[in-house]
T-cell receptor, first 115, second 110 residues
Framework: KAGVTQTPRYLIKTRGQQVTLSCSPISGHRSVSWYQQTPGQGLQFLFE???????NKGNFPGRFSGRQFSNSRSEMNVSTLELGDSALYLC??????????????FGPGTRLTVL | DAKTTQPTSMDCAEGRAANLPCNHSTISGNEYVYWYRQIHSQGPQYIIH???NNETNEMASLIITEDRKSSTLILPHATLRDTAVYYCIVRETSGSRLTFGEGTQLTVNP
């Protein structure tokens, strides 16, 4: 079974631009979560999408947004990029079963560099 | 989610068992212990999880103390490819958010 895929793997943008990252979950998984990893803050939760609805949100400004499509694929968007947005953006998928543990499996990440 | 405490770094000789400790003294009854590892600049890799019983899979064993306030991840025969940052995470059954701490940098030496 194919794992979580993320595109693109590497991206270079300039301040003020916007960027869209894509995530395809493991087949059958309906939940997609996004995380940001920086050297200073470590791995931080951005948000989770399930059934095309945002279910949970981390402590990030409104410039960070996302969406999920009917096939469970997800995109995240960062508008008005700042230098501090340079990070590894990770996507994780899971079944999101109720009343049960729900292991998240991570993709390889997208390395975003803001110049 | 309950907070966890892990040593910052550990070393292990290739072929020997690596025992990575984790303290989670404020863990609640419905919270699971999860372990992930991250090799430099790659996505975190799921290793194992458990509630109160010891667990074993093809990658590792997880030993949880009876009071559930601490656990140990055991890699039975460490190889150079096991060099990574290992994260111990405590999460609720239905929680979707993983809260990562600093983790333990395990270095396996030849």
């Amino acid at each position: 079974k194919a794992g979580v895929t993320q595109t693109p793997r590497y991206l270079i943008k300039t301040r003020g631009q916007q960027v869209t990252l894509s995530c395809s979950p493991i087949s059958g998984h309906r939940s997609v979560s996004w995380y940001q990893q920086t050297p200073g803050q470590g791995l931080q939760f951005l948000f989770e999408y399930f059934s095309e609805t945002q279910r949970n949100k981390g402590n990030f400004p409104g410039r960070f947004s996302g969406r999920q499509f009917s096939n469970s694929r997800s995109e995240m968007n960062v508008s008005t990029l700042e230098l501090g947005d340079s990070a590894l953006y990770l996507c994780a998928s899971s079944f999101r079963r109720q009343f049960s543990t729900d292991t998240q499996y991570f993709g390889p990440g997208t390395r975003l560099t803001v110049l | 989610d309950a907070k966890t405490t892990q040593p910052t770094s550990m070393d292990c000789a290739e072929g020997r068992a690596a025992n990575l400790p984790c303290n989670h003294s404020t863990i609640s009854g419905n919270e699971y212990v999860y372990w992930y590892r991250q090799i430099h600049s790659q996505g975190p890799q799921y290793i194992i999880h458990g509630l109160k019983n010891n667990e074993t899979n093809e990658m590792a064993s997880l030993i949880i103390t009876e009071d559930r306030k601490s656990s140990t991840l055991i890699l039975p025969h460490a190889t150079l490819r096991d060099t990574a940052v290992y994260y111990c995470i405590v999460r609720e059954t239905s929680g979707s958010r993983l809260t990562f701490g600093e983790g333990t940098q395990l270095t396996v030496n030849p």
